[in-house]
């Protein structure tokens, strides 16, 4: 779904989601995702890493994580094992940082058609 929001920002140009990977991380297991919000006008905010946003996204939700909740650090530990088959499964692509540039991931063109062929997208 974030990737799914990152995208229909992008299609409406009012700004986006940037899921970031710094300089040196395996694409396919990183340790952080940094997210930013950027706005129409090209500004950006930074919102910490892809985990903290999931578990304001959940506080927000009003939902809670059974047993306990997991702190940012071992929900990204988590994450990394996903990034990796997102990216085999073409869900999500990874696209490389130009000189000095972080890369970023975002939705696969095949995953995104497929989304909005879907009975009520």
Known sequence: ???????NWAA???GGLVLELSPGQN???PSHISVLVQGPEGDE???????ELMLRL???LGMHCFPHRP????????????IGPLLVKTVWRYQ?????????YLIHPDFADT???????
């Open 12 to 14: 409406e140009a009012r």
């Open 58 to 60: 959940l506080d927000h």
């Open 45 to 51: 905010r930074q919102c910490g890493s892809l985990a």
């Open 96 to 104: 490389d940082g130009a000189s000095g540039q972080s890369g970023q």
């Open 71 to 82: 702190t940012p650090e071992s929900l990204n530990t988590t994450l990394a094992g996903l």
């Open 115 to 121: 989304c909005f062929r879907l009975p009520g997208s």
């Open 1 to 7: 779904m974030v990737t799914y929001a990152q995208y």
């Open 27 to 29: 694409a396919f297991q």
